[in-house]
């Protein structure tokens, strides 16, 4: 009986190995023919195809997501951490790396989102430039830039309001009412072209939103016209001010892309209408405390049923109960006066030093090259042919006549449309090389000028040749000349870097104007800085006139 039972489960265990054998054997072929299988990937949204998809693989291949944006904007859009001023955060911030969360589900790889500091004004050329992927900062709708870029579906919608000083709120009732006043607001922005299209003259527009409302409270200004946005964290915490009922005409941002990326621009109308129906852009909004029933226009198609419950509305528009309020993580209006209280000498000098450090090599890479040039440059006006001499000449007259910030765009953006893309660095130095050496051009043709004829016939009358009387009598002498004109013109290089911000590299200036901006320590912050300025400059007077004493110059 025992048998044919050992028979029996013999052979059953038997058909078991091959089978186990087989289905390891056909493992083992699949994987040496080089075909892995990938994780599946997130549902494709509905607007995208599967060939947007390809294409954007291939777009963002490098696994990042570059956006640009300016962290001396303020809040709530980018600024730096009140408890740690390395760190940019913003509402936008948070919207971009909720983009990138989304794009990377439909990838199936990582993507991570790069905040790029760029001058504000500066943002379009910088899309224009390739210099990052999209502009997420405060980017207003509109027919003149969706004539120039593709522009996402809007991600919020506010109004411009007009804030008076709270003593004269019984004579400003309108906007109208300010038409003879002064009225601040930021430059190139909707609300400018508002006062603007109203006929209003006596407008100061500036680079920050922090200065409008200074000027407001010291009376240099009559009212200040700003998106809401920006009237919360900056307008409505200081109770001097009083702000109109009616607010002014509407504003949709959103997000910018070059007009090549239009399967970019897809992607991220994809993602912002997921992050839509997820609710993820409403708690961003809540978080910073900018949901308000306004965003009803987001919604599209209108009337969306999905949209409009993932924002916190009803079917019929209303929104739901409890959003209005605040949640208990939401963001402290009062993020500039915690900036103020909690950076410490300890945490911001750092930033300043670093920016320095940065001051400082384009400085000196800078100079280096302006004295190599403008010696070139003098050489030729004083001793090359007469077409040579020209040449030079209207190389000194030119760089001498043009504005620096002038020089800077050309070589950085202008220069871009003609396929020559310098990086930011390399377009400083050269720019500030070539206008230098203009100078330095003239410092030396006059310092050589100025050694008397005799030392060139005693040279050439011991032998020496020409090159060599030059080079071992008559220049060591024009150098001591030239010493101190060449000194000051060092100097005033190390400050003129702070131009240098247009063409996006972050220098000394360009720090203290982010981080005072975030914190609104002007003075504190400026002292350190002048103190950095003075700590690189005033060395150069006391290297100077040591070398004036050592090589015994009159």
């Not at 607010?247 to 997000?255: A, T």
Request: aromatic share 10%.
């Amino acid at each position: 009986m025992l048998k044919p039972l050992f028979r029996f489960r013999g052979a059953k265990l038997l058909a078991y190995i091959r089978q186990l054998a087989l289905a390891v054997a056909i493992v083992m072929l699949r994987s040496s023919s080089g075909q892995t299988a990938e994780p599946p990937s997130a549902p494709v949204p509905a607007p995208l195809s599967a060939a947007v998809v390809k294409q954007l693989r291939e777009r963002l291949a490098s696994g990042t997501l570059r956006w640009g944006g300016d962290a001396e904007g303020g809040a709530p859009y980018q600024l730096r951490d009140p408890h740690d001023p390395e760190r940019v955060i913003g509402f936008e911030v948070e919207l971009v790396d909720a983009v990138a969360a989304e794009l990377s589900k439909w990838l199936n790889r990582p993507l991570t989102a790069q905040f790029v500091q760029y001058e504000w004004t500066s943002l379009p050329l910088g899309l224009d430039k390739h210099d990052f992927d999209l502009i997420a900062s405060g980017f207003e709708a509109g027919p003149r830039w969706a004539a120039a870029y593709r522009l996402s579906r809007p991600y919020y919608v506010c109004h411009q309001e007009l804030a008076i000083r709270r003593n004269e709120a019984e004579r400003i009732k309108t906007l109208d009412d300010c038409r003879t006043r002064i009225v601040g607001t930021l430059a190139a922005s909707a609300a400018e072209r508002l006062l603007t299209s109203r006929g209003f003259t006596d407008i100061v527009a500036y680079d920050g939103q922090v200065e409008p409302y200074l000027d407001l409270e010291l009376g240099r200004v009559d009212a200040v016209l700003l998106d809401s946005p920006i009237t919360t964290y900056y307008g409505r915490t200081n109770p001097a001010f009083a702000f109109l009922a009616a607010p002014q005409g509407e504003v949709q941002y959103v997000l910018a892309v070059a007009r090549r990326d239009e399967p970019l621009v897809a992607a991220l109308d994809a993602a912002l209408g997921e992050l839509i129906r997820s609710g993820q852009l409403r708690d961003i909004l809540r978080r910073w405390r900018l949901w308000n029933s306004a965003q009803t226009a987001l919604v599209l198609p209108p009337g969306n049923a999905t949209e409009l419950s993932g924002l916190g509305f009803d079917a019929a528009g209303q929104p739901v109960a409890g959003m209005e309020t605040p949640p208990a993580d939401a963001t402290d209006v009062n993020l500039v006066a915690a900036s103020a209280r909690d950076w410490t000498f300890a945490r911001y000098a750092p930033l300043l030093l670093a920016a320095a450090g940065t001051t400082v090599t384009l400085s000196l890479a800078s100079m280096s090259l302006a004295m190599t040039g403008g010696l070139i440059v003098s050489l030729c006006r004083l001793y090359g042919p007469r077409p040579v001499q020209a040449a030079a000449l209207g190389y000194v007259e030119f760089f001498r006549g043009i504005p620096l910030l002038l020089v800077l765009f050309f070589l950085y953006f202008g220069l871009a449309n003609y396929g020559v893309d310098l990086p930011a660095t390399r377009t400083a130095v050269l720019g500030f090389g070539l206008t230098y050496a203009a100078y330095e051009a003239e410092v030396y043709r006059s310092a050589i000028r100025s050694v008397p004829r005799g030392q060139w016939e005693a040279a050439l009358a011991l032998g020496m040749s020409g090159p060599q009387a030059f080079r071992k009598v008559i220049f060591p002498q024009a150098l001591r000349t030239a010493l101190a004109p060449m000194t000051n013109d060092f100097v005033a290089l190390f400050k003129d870097t702070s131009l240098v911000s247009v063409i996006a590299v972050r220098e000394l200036t360009k720090e203290y104007l982010i981080l005072s901006r975030s914190s609104l320590k002007f003075v504190e912050l400026g002292l350190l800085t002048a103190a950095l300025y003075l700590a690189m400059s005033i060395p150069l007077g006391y290297l100077s006139r040591w070398l004036e004493r050592r090589w015994g110059a009159v």
